[in-house]
Structure formats: C-alpha cells, structure tokens
C-alpha cells in the first residue's frame, strides 16, 4: 500500500504536446506539493496545494498548472513541453503542520524530444 | 530567505567505516531541518528531523545528526557504513514548515566494498 503514488513512472514525449502526470496519496495528509529535479538532482518546489487551495506557487511558467481535485490528489498538467521541462517530477505530501516531514513518491522520469 | 549548503558534492567510504555528512544552513532563527536520503529511481525518504530539545537526534537505518547553533550546522554521521547506504542524501531547512522546505544540492555517498 503506497503511501504516496504518481503516474506514469515515465514519460517520453515530443515537443509541442501536452502530458499530465497524477498523485494521489492515502496518509490523510491536508497538503500535496510538486517538486521539480534537474539533472543534476536539484530539488525545487513548484506548487503547494492545502485542502485544495494553491498556497505555494513558485517562478514556473503558466504552460504547467496543477490540479487538485480533493485532498488526496494533485495532477500536474503541462502545456506545450520544451526540451528544458526534462527532468524527474515528484510529488510529496504533508500533514501540514509544522513539523511534519514530506512524504514523496518515486517520481516521475518526464524525457522531452 | 534560507539556504542550504552541503559543501561536499560526492563522499566515497569504504563499507564498515564512519560517515559524515556535512551541512550548513543559513536563517535568522532556529529552523526546522530535516535529512532525506534518495535511492536510485527512488523518492525521498526521511531520515530524521529537528525541531527543538536535544540537539542529537537519531533516525532510522542508523543514521543520527547533531544540530550546532554557533555553526550553524546539523551534520549527519554514521558509524559504520553499509554498502546499502550509498545513496544520495540531502539536507532541507523550513522555517515554516516543511512545504516551505530549501533543499541543498545533496551529497552523493558510495560504498566501497
């Protein structure tokens, strides 16, 4: 029983085309994020979502847009994918109180060409 | 805003040897600051965190960190390394909690048999 679980594991696709990714997790958890990691295995958030609302919301560009259907999911949609949104996408989860550790999934490996 | 240096990029250990992880951080108050490890084709997992009390702290797989104020510093240490540790391991500092979480760049750990 996963705790926190993304789809697909991996995603190849052109340039131009639109994808989705989707999380979904079973802790009970109040807040979801996306995280972004390059290649070189930096980690940056993207997007924070509590009960639903959008409560992070870093520089990324408009062509990606979560959505968080209830609180136990959160889809990343990507508009127009460029060379340069190749990277490994994670979802997390919190409980979001303060001292509550992130939950991640196992990513999603997103290859653009 | 806070940052997280982990000054070494890539630690090579014989296996049965001691490990330390170092990180520095930097913000105005204490933080909350957290070690995650990353397995290959995996999602972060949360080693052990810190928040307030006592400033060694144990986490699982027998990992532990000492938080050092006048260092500002929560270095992570194992005494003897197993070859399943080699992995990459990052520390993250969140002033607010943990959605809010600055991750450093990571250390990549190898085990030499």
């Known amino acids: 029983d996963t705790a926190v679980s993304q789809t697909p594991k991996y995603l190849v696709t052109q340039m131009g085309n639109d994808k989705s990714i989707k999380c979904e997790q079973n802790?009970?958890?109040?807040?979801m994020y996306w995280y972004k990691q390059d290649s070189k295995k930096f980690l940056k958030i993207m997007f924070s979502y509590n009960n639903k609302e959008l409560i992070i919301n870093e520089t990324v560009p408009n062509r990606f847009s979560p959505k968080s259907p209830d609180k136990a999911h959160l889809n990343l949609h990507i508009n127009s994918l460029e060379l340069g949104d190749s990277a490994v996408y994670f979802c997390?989860?919190?409980?979001?109180?303060?001292?509550?550790?992130?939950?991640f999934g196992n990513g999603t490996r997103l290859t653009v060409t | 805003a806070q940052s997280v240096t982990q000054p070494d990029i890539h630690i090579t250990v014989s296996e049965g040897a001691s490990l330390e992880l170092r990180c520095n951080y930097s913000?105005?108050?204490?933080?909350?600051l957290f070690w995650y490890v990353q397995s290959p084709g995996q999602g972060l997992q949360l080693l052990l965190k810190y928040f307030s009390g006592d400033t060694l702290v144990q986490g699982i797989k027998g990992f532990e960190a000492e938080f050092k104020r006048s260092q500002s510093s929560f270095n992570l240490r194992k005494p003897s390394v197993h070859w399943s540790d080699a992995a990459e391991y990052f520390c993250?500092?969140?002033?607010?909690?943990?959605?809010?979480?600055?991750f450093g760049d990571g250390t990549t750990l190898t085990v030499k048999p």
């Open positions: 997390a989860s919190s409980q979001g109180v303060e001292n509550s550790p992130l939950h």
């Open positions: 993250a500092v969140a002033p607010g909690g943990a959605g809010k979480s600055t």
């Open positions: 802790l009970g958890h109040d807040t």
């Open positions: 913000y105005g108050a204490t933080p909350y």
